[in-house]
Each structure stands twice: as structure tokens, then as C-alpha cells.
């Protein structure tokens, strides 16, 4: 009734000599370390555009462990930007949010990969960078 199927299916991964591929884990390292870079920009926009001594020393602080982090990930240092900071404290709710945003990102991508010290990390920089009463009376 039915003629069986004589070729490979289009679903069916070819794995082709020579191109490399990665593991799972290794996709997700790299993710991980991507969004971990990301957030250490925004995290040096946050330190350029921050007065408090106290809090430009935890943004500092929380700057360079991100970095030590992308470094364990990827194998190599992450290049930092230099911050483009004009003074626009405007701008810090919305770097806070986009911080915390990125943060999430990396915590999923983390406890996805099981990886505690990143986990450790992420949950840190969720209450480094959670608005405070001066942000929320600017929004």
C-alpha cells in the first residue's frame, strides 16, 4: 500500500567531516559568557553614571568578579568598552532594569548549565543592581 521510504530524512542531522560541533554545554557556555558580557557593559554604564561612593564601589566590585566569571567561561578576558556616560542620571532606571534583565538571562542559562558559582553570581547581582529610592522617585 505504502512505498517505504528510500532516503534519509530531512529532519535527520547530517554530520558532515570536519565542521565542528559543540556540546550542549558548551552552547551554553558560550551563551552564558554572551550574556555576561553584556551585563558587564551595562554595569560599567551604571558605575560611570553613579555618585554614591559606596555604590560605584559595589558596581566596581560587581564589574570585576562578571569579568573574572567571562574569563573562567570563555577562556579569554572580556574587552570592556569605556562607558559612554554623559552625566544623564536619567538613564539609571532604565540601565537598573536592563541589568536586571540580563541577570535573569544569565540565571537561567546558569542553573540550566548547573553552574553554581555563576548561580552564586547572578543571584548577588540581582540585589546589586534592584532600584533604589532615588531611581524609583526619578521613574
Known amino acids: 500500500m505504502y512505498e517505504p521510504i528510500r532516503t534519509k530524512s ?8 570536519g565542521i565542528p560541533h559543540r556540546s550542549r554545554d558548551e552552547e551554553l557556555a558560550i551563551r552564558l559568557a554572551g550574556q555576561l558580557t553584556a551585563l558587564l557593559t551595562v554595569t560599567d554604564e551604571l558605575h560611570a553614571l553613579t555618585d554614591c561612593a559606596t555604590e560605584r564601589a559595589a558596581l566596581a566590585s560587581a564589574a570585576d568578579r562578571i569579568a573574572a566569571e567571562v574569563t573562567r ?29 540580563l541577570t535573569g538571562n544569565a540565571l537561567a542559562v546558569a542553573t ?15 540585589a546589586t543592581h534592584a532600584p533604589s529610592g532615588q531611581d524609583l522617585a526619578t521613574a
Do not use: F, N, W
Not at 10 to 17: I, K, L, N, Q, W
Open 10 to 17: 530531512v529532519h535527520t542531522m547530517a554530520v558532515a567531516p
Open 73 to 101: 567561561l570563555s577562556g579569554h578576558r572580556p574587552l570592556r568598552a569605556e562607558p559612554t556616560g554623559t552625566g544623564d542620571r536619567r538613564r539609571i532606571p532604565t540601565l537598573r532594569q536592563r541589568a536586571r534583565t
Open 112 to 126: 540550566s548549565r548547573d553552574d553554581a558559582a555563576t548561580i552564586a553570581l547572578a543571584e548577588e547581582l540581582l
